[in-house]
């Protein structure tokens, strides 16, 4: 964050910033050093002093002290006596580039497991129906799991396949293996694309529960429609995440 300079040319902008209400300033380093402290910035996960911290953002103490009650209020860091603030929550990078399961997005961070907690045949609600291309009230395997990266709640998967293809994964390994490479294994074609939505939503009394997260947290649902290569709708899936140990992020390119 770039100390304030004023000159006679820069007098009403200058004027605009002083207006600005702390609260804005200390979002506006929380956002900074939220960044470095994910990009492993801080040798040692450990902060600088907070005296540091405002001569190098350009920041007034009582910004800082702020910026910093923000980060702990996200579980980010906390205060340790003798120490100072340090990085107490680590969050694993998800691509949104690539098409990948989540052991494979993961894979360097860690073993990604599986808890199958429902497995079976069910009638298709219709707008499930509708977007795998199926008859209305055809039956689908409906899988929920719990996924978990070194033994931490990571996500709740809810999984819809078409049942002709999903009736042979009830056979497969569900819990070490991740569903895009038994589809691609079971179709002998390879998966094409992706249609995905992100949003943040509350967490209800179920999730939050399976997740081992406060009740109404707010968890990143992820909704993807995985298509195979030939184009067929193969996958509808919502997957709730713990926001508090995932970062979504993508490379993007403005097309010319």
């Known amino acids: 964050m770039p100390a304030e300079r004023t000159s006679p040319h820069t007098v009403p902008v200058a004027a605009a910033r002083r ?15 939220r960044h470095q402290i994910l990009a492993g910035g801080f040798p040692g996960g450990v902060l600088p002093l907070e005296d540091v911290l405002a001569a190098d953002y350009g920041a007034g103490r009582n910004t800082v002290r702020q910026a910093l009650d923000l980060l702990r209020g996200e579980r980010l860091v906390e205060r340790r006596p003798g120490v100072g603030t340090v990085v107490v929550c680590e969050k694993y990078p998800h691509g949104l580039d690539r098409l990948q399961g989540l052991a494979e997005t993961l894979h360097e961070h860690g073993e990604v497991t599986n808890e199958v907690r429902t497995a079976g045949p069910v009638r298709a609600p219709a707008p499930v129906a509708s977007r795998l291309g199926l008859p209305e009230h055809a039956d689908v395997l409906y899988i929920e799991r719990l996924r978990r990266l070194n033994g931490l709640p990571l996500s709740l998967d809810l999984t ?8 042979a994964l009830l056979g497969c390994d569900l819990e070490h293996t991740d569903v895009f490479r038994l589809l691609e294994e079971l179709t002998g074609q390879p998966l094409g694309h992706a249609e995905i939505t992100v949003e943040a939503v509350n967490a209800d009394a ?8 406060p009740r109404g947290a707010a968890v990143l649902m992820l909704e993807r429609l995985t298509h195979l290569a030939d184009g067929r709708p193969v996958e509808l899936e919502f997957i709730r995440f713990r926001g508090d140990r995932i970062t979504m992020s993508g490379l993007l390119r403005r097309a010319l």
Not at 20 to 31: I, N, P, S, V
Not at 160 to 167: E, K, Q, R, T
Not at 206 to 213: G, I, K, N, P, T
Request: glycine share 4%.
């Open 19 to 33: 207006r600005r209400l702390r609260a804005d300033r200390a979002r506006q380093l929380a956002d900074l050093l």
């Open 160 to 167: 819809y396949v078409p049942l002709d293809i999903g009736a």
């Open 206 to 213: 179920h999730s939050a529960a399976v997740l081992q997260a």
